[in-house]
């Protein structure tokens, strides 16, 4: 294991390496943690890790009924797609920003809630970070099975774009990854990250076409969709699963490259900066 002193600070771009090849040399450990961090909420309930699946598929169950013709509300309706269930609609842009909401702030508290570790064991911090996002990853991607059973059961055509789902799954752990990076070393060195990031997550809900379909936004203000990337990411879940388009070529490189560019940056932040986190907590 790797001794956390000053007197062993590595280049960034000797830290970035370094710090992927600690991912391989303790993938043991990563599995553990990662197993553990999504047991954890289910191991004192009756069905124990099957609510994994269960609870989102009660979820999107009971979205789907509520604004389904059997109940009448009508409260949006999608254009082009009248008859587009708008529960359905709804849980796929519910679905990646909450893994965004959980990234920054699982981040935020990820080496704070586990000082033990930091100050008195010598460990791979880099793999704490990692362990939260998967985690909160694993349980969005239940999430997306839960919907494909949901899109299937209510009588839409399940197409083929369906297989680009995991593609979009992929970019999106890269995304998640660097913002919990950031969030992780921020929240380290801010204690009061929490409560500025509080409204600014609530804020970021209604910027991003959740609620709302981006067709009704008015020209002037579409930068509000074109640079946000979680548009994308709702945008790429809805037009795969519930209209059988592949999502943009050009918005997809661009989601791409910036969200590599987020890891790596992040990454290899962290792993310059960790040296100081016991002297922060």
């Known amino acids: 294991m790797t001794t956390y002193t000053s007197g062993e600070r590595k280049s960034i771009a000797g830290g970035f390496f370094d710090g992927l090849a600690t991912f391989w040399r303790k993938r043991w450990l990563l599995r553990y943690f990662i197993q553990r961090q999504v047991t954890r909420s289910y191991k004192r309930s009756y069905l124990g890790i099957s609510w994994i699946l269960l609870s989102p598929l009660v979820w999107v169950f009971f979205l789907t009924l ?3 013709d059997a109940v009448g509300i009508r409260v949006r309706i999608v254009d082009d797609h009248p008859n587009l269930n708008f529960g359905l609609y709804l849980y796929c842009g519910l679905l990646p920003f909450l893994a965004f909401s959980e990234a920054m702030n699982k981040g935020m508290n990820s080496i704070r809630s586990s000082s033990g570790l930091v100050q008195k064991v010598i460990f791979p911090l880099e793999l704490l970070p990692f362990t939260n996002a998967m985690a909160s990853m694993v349980d969005k991607f239940f999430g997306a099975g839960a919907l494909v059973i949901a899109v299937v059961l209510s009588g839409m055509s399940l197409h083929w774009t369906a297989l680009l789902l995991p593609a979009v799954i992929a970019l999106q752990v890269l995304f998640i990854l660097g913002l919990t990076y950031f969030m992780s070393v921020f929240g380290t ?3 009061d ?3 500025i990031m509080r409204p600014v997550i609530r804020g970021m809900f209604f910027l991003t076409p959740i609620i709302w379909t981006p067709d009704r936004l008015p020209e002037s203000i579409r930068w509000v969709v074109d640079y946000n ?10 037009e795969i699963l519930l209209f059988g388009n592949p999502p943009g070529g050009l918005a997809t490189l661009y989601f791409t490259l910036f969200s590599v560019a987020l890891f790596v940056a ?13 002297d922060r907590l």
Request: positive net charge; hydrophobic residues 55%; glycine residues 10%.
């Open 66 to 68: 509520i604004f389904s």
């Open 266 to 278: 992040g990454f290899a932040f962290f792993n310059r900066v960790k040296w100081g986190f016991a």
């Open 189 to 191: 060195y801010l204690p």
């Open 193 to 195: 990250l929490g409560e």
């Open 229 to 238: 990337p979680l548009a994308y990411l709702v945008n790429a879940y809805r």
